[in-house]
């Protein structure tokens, strides 16, 4: 199956602990970004990835870290500076800006609801 | 605040009824998408509207595009229960950056 994957699927945290959401796509996009979801809400972006080795702070990064050591892999950590870090996690994926434009469709993970105990 | 900015909030409508949901934006865009997303689930995309296009069709939904006013609406035709979702409308260069921007949302539900 080709597609884009999250886990875990819920995850739980106490206060001052670091954790880290994984997302992994096998659909060969170059781009990756990560979104907080919070009740009712729309979506948030706190990173985003353009390409291998190489990303950017979206308009919430504070509290968050990232890494894209493989074209496959965008994971997030959520630190113990994030001070209300409870939320729904979303990864999505594009093509991207090389074989595409920076702002095709996106396709979407199941999310990771976050919880801090 | 949001690039886009959904209208209603929330809708509820009786199945075979159609729902309008409207998008407006500040910046230039080069183009719209619209997303649905099931509750506790992640988003899937619908449709993408390019800003030198003013209607696009996919099956049961139409969106318009008006550059001059900053706006999109998103129409499903005889709604079934199944369309029951949240849909959100995101821009494309929005705001100088290179990622789209997603606005709050309209909570549809339709009645059986």
């Known amino acids: 199956d080709g597609g884009i994957t999250q886990s875990p699927k819920y995850l739980f945290r106490k206060e001052g602990q670091n954790v880290t959401l994984s997302c992994e796509q096998n659909?060969?996009?170059?781009?990756m970004y990560w979104y907080r979801q919070d009740p009712g809400q729309g979506l948030r972006l706190i990173y985003y990835?353009?390409?291998?080795?190489?990303?950017q702070k979206g308009d919430i990064a504070e509290g968050y870290s990232v890494s894209r050591e493989k074209k496959e892999s965008f994971p997030l950590t959520v630190t113990s500076a994030q001070k209300n870090p409870t939320a729904f996690y979303l990864c999505?994926?594009?093509?991207?800006?090389?074989?595409?434009?920076?702002?095709?469709?996106?396709?979407f993970g199941p999310g990771t609801r976050l919880t801090v105990l | 605040s949001q690039q886009g900015e959904e209208d209603p909030q929330a809708l509820s409508i009786q199945e075979g009824e159609n729902a309008t949901m409207n998008c407006s934006y500040k910046?230039?865009?080069?183009?719209l998408q619209w997303y649905r997303q099931n509750s506790g689930r992640g988003l899937v995309h619908l449709i993408l509207?390019?800003?030198n296009e003013r209607e696009k069709h996919s099956g049961r939904l139409r969106v318009t595009l008006d550059t001059s006013k900053k706006s999109s609406s998103l129409l499903i035709t005889a709604s079934r229960a199944a369309d029951t979702a949240s849909y959100f409308c995101?821009?494309?260069w929005g705001a100088g950056r290179r990622a789209l921007t997603f606005g709050s949302g309209t909570r549809l539900q339709v009645q059986p």
């Open positions: 999505a994926s594009s093509i991207g800006p090389i074989r595409g434009n920076s702002t095709d469709t996106q396709y």
């Open positions: 659909l060969n996009h170059d781009a």
């Open positions: 990835s353009q390409i291998v080795n190489d990303f």
């Open positions: 910046t230039s865009i080069n183009n």
């Open positions: 509207i390019r800003s």
């Open positions: 995101a821009t494309g």
